[in-house]
């Protein structure tokens, strides 16, 4: 279950506590994002809504200025005693035109000379002797200043003049004639003479352009879809529009905006789409976005800093531990300072040692005895082949046969220097090698060159420390129960396998064996030629472990391999070594 644990992907504590810290920060960052947005969408249509206001209400004091001044520019006319006297004067046409030169057209066009906008100034003269004065056509838009004396009664049977003659309408501000197809607006009023009779003599009538009326539209951004109007706030009419509102938008799309006139029947309405208003809202919306990301990648940047900072520590005593997993306990950390860390370090550091005591005063007695039972293993191995190897020279000594008893000799002599190695359990996989070519030497003086032996053992796993004496008894065992025929072949091999293994091949090309008696070889139960087999599987097993051991093969007739399956190290080679190291 622990090997279960740690071949899982390590993923150090103080980054699993940044998930919540990062979902907190991400969360903070929507919420203020999210607010900053809305204040600022709300200041910007504030804002907008303001200047808007602004505008209109400076427009509505320079329609009331123009009012006031068209409307002084009548009382003028109106209180003016020589101008009245000629518009009631009756002569002949001479006299009537010098009246009008001299008392009439001068006191016409002196205020439209003063007023800075473009106005048609129009008299309607009751007097019938009273000459007129045609000015431009009135059917067209005003492109300048002008004046007009012109006779009431060509004008009486008209639909506007019978709607402003009565003696209830005076002082009217009205769209009349062609005013509302040429965007016009006129001041109409009745003149009387200043005797005391109050009798009519004429009326006025002061037509401007609407544009110049309202002034200066600068402020009102039509082009991006607002729309300015004039409106009658009696009928609802509208009088003067400019811009156009979409006739399929709903109410809830424009933002309304009216302004009253004073001392008049009209207002001043601005119609504001919200797409103005919030004509900057995407750009502050990518703008924060960028900000709030630019922040959570600070904060983030910070978190992993803090983290990483803070997770050196944890990340020694995970090291610790995985090494106390393994079986060293031999390593040991301090932390400087009076936290949790040198806490925990202190209780680590305490339970190694005692570890390593308890390990001294019984796990190194259970080795000692592990290690008896295993140098009997062994020495049960050395006497029987002993024994035949002294059998084999004392008929070789019988028969005279004095070289090859001084050969075999000395290749036993060889072969058990290499096989006691000094009392050492673990033997380089070379000097393993060298003891099998000794023994094959003593077998060679017995059968001559009836065998062949090939050796194909990588260079690289030459190094490799493995426990001694695993390779030479089933070589010996192709002496005694393999051969058959005149002759026989014999193949070791090595190589390294994946995950820090290496993998052992004895193959020959003898007899083999039938499927009943490799069953029986790989059972427990004690058989001939399976005592060589059982005795090297148990030494592995107690030194490396039951996943590592022997695997047979062998098919009736065609030969055997045996194959051995073992650890590039063990925590025995990594405990001699790290000694050594000290």
Same mark, same amino acid.
């Given at each position: 279950?622990?090997?279960?644990?740690?071949?899982?992907?390590?993923?150090?504590?103080?980054?699993? +506590?940044?998930?919540?810290?990062?979902?907190?920060?991400?969360?903070?960052?929507?919420?203020?994002?999210?607010?900053?947005?809305?204040?600022?969408?709300?200041?910007?249509?504030?804002?907008?809504?303001?200047?808007?206001?602004?505008?209109?209400? #400076?427009?509505?004091?320079?329609?009331?200025?123009?009012?006031?001044?068209?409307?002084?520019?009548?009382?003028?006319?109106?209180?003016? +005693?020589?101008? #009245?006297?000629?518009?009631?004067?009756?002569?002949? +046409?001479?006299?009537?035109?010098?009246?009008?030169?001299?008392?009439?057209?001068?006191?016409?066009?002196?205020?439209?000379?003063?007023? &800075?906008?473009?106005?048609?100034?129009?008299?309607?003269?009751?007097?019938? %002797?009273?000459?007129?004065?045609?000015?431009?056509?009135?059917?067209?838009?005003?492109?300048?200043?002008?004046?007009?004396?012109?006779?009431?009664?060509?004008?009486?049977? +008209?639909?506007?003049? @019978?709607?402003?003659?009565?003696?209830?309408?005076?002082?009217?501000?009205?769209?009349?004639?062609?005013?509302?197809?040429?965007?016009?607006?006129?001041?109409?009023?009745?003149?009387?003479?200043?005797?005391?009779?109050?009798?009519?003599?004429?009326?006025?009538?002061?037509?401007?352009?609407?544009?110049?009326?309202?002034?200066?539209?600068?402020?009102?951004?039509?082009?991006?879809?607002?729309?300015?109007?004039?409106?009658?706030?009696?009928?609802?009419?509208?009088?003067?529009?400019? &811009?156009?509102?979409?006739?399929?938008?709903?109410?809830?799309?424009?933002?309304?905006?009216?302004?009253?006139?004073?001392?008049?029947?009209?207002?001043?309405?601005?119609?504001?789409?919200?797409?103005?208003?919030?004509?900057?809202?995407? @750009?502050?919306?990518?703008?924060?976005?960028?900000?709030?990301?630019?922040?959570?990648?600070?904060?983030?940047?910070?978190?992993?800093?803090?983290?990483?900072?803070?997770?050196?520590?944890? /990340?020694?005593?995970?090291?610790?531990?995985?090494?106390?997993?393994?079986?060293?306990?031999?390593?040991?950390?301090?932390?400087?300072?009076?936290?949790?860390?040198?806490?925990?370090?202190?209780?680590?550091?305490?339970?190694?040692?005692?570890?390593?005591?308890?390990?001294?005063?019984?796990?190194?007695?259970?080795?000692?005895? @592990?290690?008896?039972?295993?140098?009997?293993?062994?020495?049960?191995?050395?006497?029987?082949?002993?024994?035949? %190897?002294?059998? %084999?020279?004392?008929?070789?000594?019988?028969?005279?046969?004095?070289? /090859?008893?001084?050969?075999?000799?000395?290749?036993?002599?060889?072969?058990?220097?290499?096989?006691?190695?000094?009392? #050492?359990?673990?033997?380089?996989?070379?000097?393993?090698?060298?003891?099998?070519?000794?023994?094959?030497?003593?077998?060679?003086?017995?059968?001559?060159?009836?065998?062949?032996?090939?050796?194909?053992?990588?260079?690289?796993?030459?190094?490799?420390?493995?426990?001694?004496?695993?390779?030479?008894?089933?070589?010996?065992?192709?002496? /005694?129960?393999?051969?058959?025929?005149?002759?026989?072949?014999?193949?070791?091999?090595?190589?390294?396998?994946?995950?820090?293994?290496?993998?052992?091949?004895?193959?020959?090309?003898?007899?083999?064996?039938?499927?009943?008696?490799?069953?029986?070889?790989?059972?427990?139960?004690?058989?001939? &030629?399976?005592?060589?087999?059982?005795?090297?599987?148990?030494?592995?097993?107690?030194?490396?472990?039951?996943?590592?051991?022997?695997?047979?093969?062998?098919?009736?007739?065609?030969?055997? %391999?045996?194959?051995?399956?073992?650890?590039?190290?063990?925590?025995?080679?990594?405990?001699? /070594?790290?000694?050594?190291?000290?």
């Amino acid at each position: 279950m622990g090997e279960f644990r740690w071949g899982r992907k390590y993923i150090p504590f103080t980054y699993k +506590t940044m998930l919540p810290y990062l979902a907190l920060v991400l969360l903070t960052d929507i919420l203020v994002g999210y607010i900053a947005y809305t204040m600022l969408v709300d200041s910007r249509t504030e804002m907008a809504e303001t200047n808007i206001r602004t505008a209109m209400r #400076q427009t509505s004091n320079n329609i009331e200025y123009q009012m006031d001044e068209i409307t002084r520019m009548t009382n003028s006319l109106f209180l003016n +005693t020589t101008f #009245q006297n000629a518009l009631q004067f009756k002569g002949d +046409t001479r006299e009537n035109m010098l009246k009008m030169k001299d008392d009439i057209v001068p006191y016409m066009k002196a205020p439209l000379q003063l007023y &800075g906008n473009k106005l048609r100034l129009v008299l309607y003269a009751v007097n019938e %002797t009273m000459l007129e004065i045609a000015g431009d056509d009135m059917s067209q838009p005003i492109g300048r200043s002008d004046y007009y004396v012109l006779s009431a009664q060509g004008v009486a049977q +008209t639909d506007w003049f @019978k709607s402003v003659s009565p003696p209830s309408r005076d002082k009217l501000w009205l769209q009349i004639d062609t005013d509302r197809e040429l965007g016009n607006l006129s001041y109409f009023r009745k003149l009387f003479a200043a005797n005391g009779a109050q009798s009519l003599i004429g009326y006025i009538r002061v037509t401007a352009r609407f544009d110049e009326l309202l002034g200066n539209f600068d402020t009102f951004p039509i082009e991006q879809g607002i729309a300015l109007r004039l409106k009658d706030k009696t009928t609802g009419a509208n009088l003067y529009e400019r &811009g156009t509102v979409a006739s399929n938008a709903d109410a809830g799309a424009y933002l309304v905006i009216s302004e009253d006139i004073p001392d008049s029947g009209y207002a001043i309405e601005t119609w504001v789409p919200h797409r103005y208003l919030n004509k900057d809202a995407s @750009k502050m919306r990518r703008v924060i976005g960028a900000v709030c990301a630019i922040s959570f990648a600070v904060m983030a940047l910070i978190g992993f800093l803090v983290a990483r900072l803070s997770g050196k520590k944890m /990340k020694r005593i995970v090291t610790l531990v995985r090494s106390f997993q393994e079986g060293n306990f031999y390593k040991r950390i301090g932390f400087a300072g009076n936290d949790e860390f040198v806490y925990i370090a202190d209780a680590f550091n305490q339970m190694a040692q005692s570890i390593q005591e308890l390990i001294r005063d019984v796990y190194e007695q259970g080795m000692q005895k @592990k290690q008896a039972e295993l140098d009997v293993l062994q020495a049960q191995i050395s006497p029987h082949f002993l024994y035949n %190897t002294l059998s %084999t020279i004392g008929s070789l000594a019988n028969m005279g046969e004095a070289d /090859k008893v001084t050969k075999m000799v000395q290749e036993l002599s060889k072969f058990y220097r290499l096989t006691l190695n000094e009392g #050492q359990v673990y033997i380089s996989l070379e000097a393993e090698v060298e003891q099998v070519k000794a023994y094959l030497d003593i077998q060679r003086v017995k059968y001559a060159d009836a065998f062949q032996v090939y050796l194909d053992i990588d260079p690289d796993i030459l190094h490799v420390r493995i426990i001694k004496l695993v390779l030479q008894p089933f070589v010996e065992n192709i002496f /005694k129960h393999a051969w058959f025929g005149e002759s026989i072949a014999i193949r070791i091999a090595g190589r390294r396998l994946g995950g820090e293994r290496i993998e052992l091949k004895v193959i020959d090309n003898g007899i083999g064996m039938r499927p009943d008696t490799l069953k029986r070889m790989r059972s427990s139960e004690p058989s001939a &030629g399976g005592y060589g087999l059982r005795n090297v599987e148990e030494r592995i097993k107690m030194r490396y472990g039951s996943d590592f051991g022997i695997q047979i093969g062998s098919y009736y007739g065609a030969g055997t %391999t045996v194959e051995l399956i073992l650890p590039m190290e063990n925590a025995e080679i990594r405990e001699d /070594k790290e000694r050594g190291d000290q």
